[in-house]
């Protein structure tokens, strides 16, 4: 893996390791996690200091009747974890996990793009996108936010060039034309929590058809 250059947000970080994230967003999270020693350690971080927050919890500034209730929390068998299915080349674990263990199903786009959708639902969605070299994403904004992990090759746009292991948290003001590098395809894990808004009015046309 070359070096990381674009790492998740603290928030991002924050809210995963509370357990608060939309399940796509998770996805794309524990993936970059599992590539990216940097922030896994503020994750390790994140962690301690919620141990922390709990140990002090049980101090005896707090009232017999919450001490009890945090201890008996404690107590709580942990929900089961889902299966984890091992990495596939360039998928890691949590991507394979999110795929039930079967390659994705790659569905034509249009300009030689293609995408598996993996979920989809009012809350946003979970896609692999196939961008061949050179190739743009259609110029779009976004609903809300959009996270995007390179899994293969490359991508830039706007706000930088990202390889794989990056990944880019665009936010609702970001509006870019993402644009594959030459040489190899860019595999991509996005996931948003509000449909993208297209520019054009011919993207806007072809919207339905992408199911994006
Ligand atoms: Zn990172
Ligand atoms: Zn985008």
């Known amino acids: 893996m070359t070096e990381i250059q674009h790492h998740l947000t603290e928030d991002l970080i ?6 608060t994230l939309g399940h796509a967003f998770s996805v794309v999270v524990a993936a970059h996690l599992s590539l990216c020693d940097e ?15 709990l140990e002090d919890l049980t101090q005896e500034t707090v009232s017999v009747g919450l001490k009890s209730a945090v201890l008996a929390g404690i107590d709580l068998p942990a929900p089961p974890e889902p299966t984890r299915i091992t990495r596939s080349g360039i998928y890691p ?10 390659p994705p199903k790659w569905k034509p786009v249009g300009g030689g793009i293609r995408q598996c959708i993996i979920e989809q639902g009012a809350e946003g969605s979970l896609r692999l996108l196939y961008i061949p070299p050179g190739r743009a994403v259609p ?3 976004h609903g809300g936010l959009e996270l995007t992990l390179v899994l293969q090759g ?59």
């Open 139 to 141: 110029d779009h904004g």
């Open 14 to 19: 924050a809210a995963y390791a509370a357990g």
């Open 154 to 212: 490359s991508f830039h746009d706007a706000s930088g060039a990202f390889k794989a292991g990056d990944v880019e948290v665009a936010t609702e003001d970001v509006q870019h034309v993402p644009i594959a590098g030459e040489g190899i395809a860019c595999i991509c894990l996005a996931a948003s929590d509000a449909p993208l808004r297209f520019r054009g009015w011919l993207p806007r046309l072809l919207q339905p058809m992408f199911r994006i």
């Open 93 to 102: 674990s949590a991507i394979m996990t999110a795929l039930k263990g079967r």
């Open 39 to 53: 922030c896994r350690s503020q994750l390790e971080a994140h962690e301690h200091l919620g141990g922390a927050v």
